[in-house]
Structure formats: C-alpha cells, structure tokens
C-alpha cells in the first residue's frame, strides 16, 4: 500500500459504529493478514463522494458495482503480519468477504500478540 488509497470499496455495510478499525488479509502471493485500517462511516452508492480518488469516477456514476465506499482514515500494516497456516489452524480460511474479530478467541489472542502500542497512542482501538 503506498498511500495513494483513500477509499475501500466493498458491497457490505458493516453494522458497527464509524469510525472503526478492520483487520484486511492480502491474498495471493502474499496470503498474510497484513493490514489495520482505519475507516470512517461509508458513502452509499448513489451519494456523491466529494473529492477525487482511485475509483471516485466509477462510484459516483453508479458504475463500480460496490454498494460503500469507506474513506480510509489510517492504513497501519501489522508487524509481524499473521500467515495463512496460523490463521487455518484457528479455523479461518481467508479470503472471506469478512468475519467479527471478537467472535473468534483464538484470533483475539493472536492479535493480542501483536505490538499495537502505535495505535494505543492514537486512541483508535478503545474497545479491543
């Protein structure tokens, strides 16, 4: 990820308060959960997205075939990033469209291994 992205695309609206953090798996070659972002409360399709970015034309002509389009806030790549086999053995078998964090214990305990003292400081995860 270079920056250039300030939008996510997706056909799912996620039922949780905005803004809020979800956790991307990068697929092939890659196949790591790789990825922490920040995102704010979506535009609808058929609402107007503001600004230019990657795929603002498409969105706002109702041409993308995505429902949402969740501005991107902060992009954080996780360090170390959690392999495919790690994620199998807790039965998760990515890609999937998405799954709740919370509801898997043995992914919270994973990730609760993980060096988040950056994201601590910015006040972005109060509820983990």
């Given at each position: 990820?270079?920056?250039r992205k300030t939008l996510e695309y997706?056909?799912?609206?996620?039922?949780?308060?905005?803004?809020?953090?979800?956790?991307?798996?990068?697929?092939?070659?890659?196949?790591?959960?790789?990825?922490v972002l920040f995102l704010d409360h979506?535009?609808?399709?058929?609402?107007?997205?503001?600004?230019?970015?990657?795929?603002?034309?498409?969105?706002?002509?109702?041409?993308?075939?995505?429902?949402?389009?969740?501005?991107?806030?902060?992009?954080?790549?996780?360090?170390?990033?959690?392999?495919?086999?790690?994620?199998?053995?807790?039965?998760?078998?990515?890609?999937?469209?998405?799954?709740?964090?919370?509801?898997?214990?043995?992914?919270?305990?994973?990730?609760?291994?993980?060096?988040?003292?950056?994201?601590?400081?910015?006040?972005?995860?109060?509820?983990?």
């Open positions: 990820m270079d920056g997706r056909n799912k609206y996620w039922k949780v308060p905005y803004p809020n953090w979800f956790y991307v798996y990068e697929s092939k070659p890659i196949s790591k959960l790789k990825y979506p535009y609808k399709m058929g609402e107007v997205i503001p600004y230019t970015s990657y795929g603002t034309d498409s969105f706002n002509s109702c041409s993308m075939h995505r429902n949402y389009a969740y501005p991107i806030k902060e992009i954080f790549e996780i360090n170390p990033p959690i392999d495919l086999a790690t994620l199998r053995t807790i039965g998760i078998t990515p890609p999937q469209n998405y799954l709740y964090v919370s509801k898997n214990q043995q992914l919270v305990d994973l990730l609760t291994n993980i060096d988040f003292s950056y994201f601590e400081q910015l006040n972005l995860f109060n509820n983990f």
